[in-house]
Structures are given as structure tokens and as C-alpha cells.
């Protein structure tokens, strides 16, 4: 036996331990538990041999022999080749019997039962994919039916001119339809659909409508400002603003009245005149009808004895008119290249039944424009410092009309739509009814003791806010005062007027809400801590805007007797006072002294974005569809904006 030497040992007894624990370790494999083998498939020899007697007299080899076996023989045949098939094999049979599978239900039911379906489908984009599903899909989508519903739940309502009015009423006369088509649903008949019939583009229109409200949200383009240098530090200020689908006009306190393009922002028109500032502008729409009741037959009170007292100060005055309150008129001198611009030539007025149909009195529009009267070019009425009211041809640049009358500033005036009669308030406490078409004064409406400040039409009647703490609503035909409307503590400097209710704010923080067919007041709404500047009434919303930089709107619910009005949306708007507020079905716009122009939604009162670099202070703004005008101070000049949010598609067009 080896003996290891002395001290050696210890040196060698690591290594001899490890040697030794590694000799008496045990290693055991592992073998890997045994892979079970695959199920084995059906074969198709002990398909058959199992299958019924009728089965085995069968070999398989032909689609007619195929087609006489039972349903259960059949299912287990399939189920046999199946089962002899690899995998692209399988994915073979599943690409050709997919589309077997598919199966358009919107086909197989009745057309007016796949647009009821189809007519719970708010989203657009969804709408838009179901169109590209099939050719017949398309087809269906392409009614103009479901896109008019579309247009009602987005509140995409098509602005109509008076011919497209006059023939889908036409239509519906002649079809005993009440739109462009109708679902008739009865108790004994199923819905269907009278397509027929002249439709409008409602498509087309929510197509472009849609772009449109996103461009509004997050795109839009500038298409042209202009900068005006501020001589004096109260000439460059934008008084007033009038804007419909062709022009904008802007009213300065330079004495200077602007017209633009409203497409492309062009300066078309400078219209120079007035002798002191403008203070108030409305513009006339060309085209349109001749409407109201007491001009069905073209005539006022007292028209007849006009023209023969005009002939007779003719004669009499060696061809000088006197000008006589609601007596002759200018119109004898009006050149003949201008005579059809007020429409003195030739008066668009109803020639039978069905355009004799009438929809009823309009309220004023949010832009200081009214429908006109048939007359061939745009007119722009204004009035200011200089105690006149002059008449423009738009087209000419022209004035047609000065007219004389009264004895102070003039601030507001409105012209009545589908009548030439223009209303004017001044700071000689007086109203004065003018006929625009024949240069005349038709009647002075008295009885407000300070300024007329503010004023408000629909149909015949007008209402007005004064100075003196008072709103007052008159008959424009008679000149009558039908109510004194009392309760305000302060000047009055803000009135609205829809026919129904009155709006009026002021001075006092407060607006009260009043019953035009009463004259009592309905509702006094607080919430303002500073003059109540800025109103807008439409059907259901009440919209106000202060010098307190907030802007409340108030929900109108309609209940007997009267209404309820309860506050929907306080938006702190601006960091001073409200200078402009309009909103529509989805959108509220407004500029303040802060210098920002601001969008909000309508129905949630969110803001969504600013719609132009900040400013030193914004004056004037107005909206109409897809062009927005902004009127404000920059960098020490007078800047006017126009903003387009027109699909480019529709640009180019």
C-alpha cells in the first residue's frame, strides 16, 4: 500500500475528496417519455365497410353517384376525405368554400327593410365601409333617403335657395309626399319607399358637410387677410360686419365701407360716401322672391297717391322731388343701368299658386343679411355718423339712395327679408321705416325717450333696445307700438327676436326674456357679472356674452304656458369682454378684447381650438358654412382675415 508522506496530506486531501465523491455519485439516464402516436384517421375503406349497404354499392368516383347518397352517407364521405387531406390541401377547401358560405341578407330582404336596417347606422365611416362591400351594397347606400337622416342626426341641414324650395314643394304637391323620399309605414302594409321623385343631393351634401366640420376642428386654411394702417387710434376700427355666401361687407370707422370676395377673400368693392364713420351695414342678397302679406300685390299703404304726388312736385318743382315722410320716392332718378339692381325693372313676384306658397315669416339673420326681393345685383344698406342711410349697388360700387331723415348717429339697421324695407335706429330716439327699392321714407316710429341702440326683425315686426331702459316691438307696416316692454335698470344694448320670445340684455348684468304675443316678461336669466353685450336666439338655445368674458348658453324647453329656460353650458371664454358670439347646430364661435378667436362644441361647451394667432384686440367676427371672417388689430394696423374650411375637392370645382 502507497503511504503518503508526512504534511502531504493536507495538500492532497482536497482533490482526493473531490475524486472520491465523484467515483460514488451515481448517474441514472433519463429516457424522454415515449411520443404517442397520431390518432389514426378514418380510412376510407373502413368508412364504407361501416356505412350502410347502400354505401358499399357505390365506389366513389363520380359527382352523380355522389349526389344519390343520403345526407348521413354523404357527411361521413367528407368527413373520410377530409381526413386523407394535408395541410395545404385543407387550406385549399377552406379558400373555395368561404365565400360559398357568405350570404347577403341585405339582398335577400326587401329594399325598404335593408334601408330601415341601415338606418341605425349613425357613423359615417361605417356607412362609407358598408359601401364597399359589394356593387349592390353601393347601390344601396347611394339613396338619398338614408343620407337625408344622416343630415338630421349630424344637424347638417342643406341651405336651400328659393328655386330648389319652390320645386321640391312642387314635388311633394304632386306626389302626396312630404320630402324628397318618404317611408310610408301602416298597420296593414310594410314600409316602402317612393324614390321617384326630384331629389336633392343630400349625399353630396353631407359629404362635403362632414369634411367641412372636421376641417373646422382641426384643419382650415387662410385665404387671404389684408392690413390697413391705423391713422388715428379710433379710424381703423371694424364697426360692422355683413356676410352671406357671395360677399362680406365691412362697415370702419373711417367713413369706408369694404366689400370681398367671400370665396376668395378678394377686396371686390370700396365703397365711399359717408362723410363720418359707418356704424351700421345689412346687406341684400341678389335674386330671391317677393314675399309678404302687404306686398302680394307690389304695393304699399299709400303707393298710388306717391306716384301722383311725385308727378305733380315734378312739374311743379321743375323736376326737384321733395322728400315728405311716406310720400314720393327717388326712384325717378335712378339712371337706367341701376334700375334693375334695386329691381325697379323687373320685380321677381309670384306668378301662380304654388310660389305664391308661403313659409312663413323669417326672423333676421346672425349675419346681417336678408333674402331679397328678386332684385338682379347684392345691395348694401348702411348708415352712420353722417345721420344718413345710403343704398349701394354691390356689383357697381355705386351708391343708389341717400336718404335724409334723421337728426343723429345712426347704429343699427336691418333690412326685412323678401321686401325692400330697410329699419333704421338712431341716437335721435327714433325708428324710421324706409323703402330701400324707391328711395323713401315710408314712416318715423317714436317714443323711445334716449338712443335707439339696438334692434331686432322678423317678418313685420321689430323690435328695439334703448337707451332708456326700455324694449319696444312695432308693426313695420302700420307703424303701430304693439308693447312697451319694462324691467330692465340700465341702458339696454343687446336684443334678439324670433318671432316668439325677445331677448334683451344690458347694462344691469341681467337678460330678461319676453313674451311677444303678451309683452310680459317670462324670464329674467343671471349669471353675468358685467354688461350683457353680445345675444343670439335660435328655437331651442338662448346665447349671451358679456364684458365679464363669459359666454352662458341657456336650453329652451317649450311647455304651456310658457317656456322653461335652464342654463346649459358657463364658459369662461375670454380674458375680457365678449366682442362677438355665433354658433350654429355644432359650433360656437367668439372673439374678445383678449385678442382670441375661439371654437367651442356647441352641445358639450368643450373648447376645440383657436381659430387665428392672437391679436391685440379682436373686433368683429362671422361665420357662414365653410368661410369664417375675422376683423381685429394687429402689430397697430386693421387686419381682416377670411378663413376657409371648404374641402379642396370643392375648391377646385
Known sequence: ???????????????????????????????????????????????????????????????????????????????????????????????????????????????????????????????????????????????????????????????????????????????????????????????????????????????????????????????????????????????????????????????????????????????????????????????????????????????????????????????????????????????????????????????SDEEEEEEGPKHSDTCSTSEGWGQANALVVSGGCDKVVRVWDVKSGYCIYVLHGHTSTIRCIKVLHHRPIAVSGSRDCTLRVWDVQRGRMLRVLQGHQQSVRCLDVHGNKVVSGSYDCTCRLWNVDTGECLYVLRGHYHQIYSVAFDGVRIASGGLDTSVRVWDASTGECIALLQGHTALVCQLQLSRHILATGGSDGRVITFSITPSSPNATFAIQHRINAHDSSVTALQFNENLLVTGGNDGRVRLFEMKTGKPIRELSEPCESVWKVAFRKDVCAIMCKRAGKTVMEFWSFRPREVEEA
Open 1 to 351: 500500500m502507497y503511504a503518503a508522506p508526512d504534511g502531504a496530506d493536507d495538500q492532497a486531501s482536497p482533490s482526493w475528496s473531490s475524486t472520491m465523491a465523484a467515483e460514488s455519485t451515481l448517474y441514472m439516464p433519463i429516457a424522454s417519455p415515449p411520443t404517442p402516436a397520431p390518432s389514426p384517421r378514418p380510412s376510407l375503406s373502413s368508412l364504407v365497410s361501416s356505412t350502410s349497404p347502400a354505401c358499399s354499392r357505390y365506389t366513389f368516383n363520380s359527382l352523380q353517384e355522389f349526389a344519390l347518397l343520403g345526407s348521413s352517407d354523404r357527411l361521413q364521405y367528407l368527413q373520410a376525405i377530409l381526413g386523407e387531406c394535408n395541410a395545404s390541401e385543407l387550406l385549399f377547401i377552406s379558400t373555395t368554400i368561404a365565400p360559398l358560405l357568405k350570404r347577403d341578407f341585405l339582398r335577400d330582404l326587401p329594399t325598404e327593410i335593408a334601408l330601415h336596417i341601415l338606418s341605425y347606422i349613425t357613423d359615417a365611416k361605417t356607412l362609407a365601409r358598408a359601401s364597399q362591400v359589394s356593387k349592390y351594397w353601393n347601390r344601396l347606400l347611394a339613396d338619398e333617403w338614408i343620407w337625408k337622416r344622416m343630415c338630421d342626426v349630424h344637424d347638417f341641414q342643406p341651405e336651400l335657395d328659393a328655386r330648389d324650395r319652390r320645386s321640391l314643394r312642387a314635388a311633394r304637391r304632386g306626389n302626396g309626399q312630404e320630402g324628397p323620399a318618404v317611408m310610408q309605414v301602416g298597420p296593414a302594409s310594410t314600409p316602402r319607399l317612393n324614390l321617384s321623385l326630384p331629389q336633392y343631393a343630400f349625399r353630396k351634401h353631407f359629404k362635403v358637410a362632414y369634411t367641412t366640420m372636421k376641417a373646422w376642428r382641426r384643419g382650415g386654411h387662410l385665404l387671404r387677410a389684408h392690413r390697413i394702417p391705423i391713422v388715428s387710434p379710433d379710424s381703423g376700427v371694424v364697426t360692422s360686419v355683413a356676410m352671406d355666401l357671395e360677399w362680406v361687407v365691412v362697415g370702419l370707422a373711417n367713413c369706408r365701407i369694404y366689400v370681398f370676395s367671400a370665396k376668395t377673400g378678394v377686396l371686390a368693392r370700396t365703397l365711399i360716401g359717408h362723410e363720418s364713420g359707418v356704424w351700421a351695414v345689412n346687406l341684400v342678397s341678389r335674386g330671391g322672391c317677393w314675399g309678404g302679406s302687404a306686398e302680394r300685390e307690389g304695393r304699399w299703404d299709400g303707393e298710388e297717391e306717391s306716384r301722383r304726388d311725385t308727378a305733380e312736385q315734378l312739374r311743379s318743382a321743375g323736376g326737384v322731388a321733395a322728400s315728405v315722410t311716406g310720400r314720393p320716392g327717388l326712384e325717378q332718378f335712378v339712371p337706367p343701368s341701376l334700375r334693375s339692381a334695386v329691381g325697379l325693372d323687373n320685380v321677381n313676384r309670384p306668378t
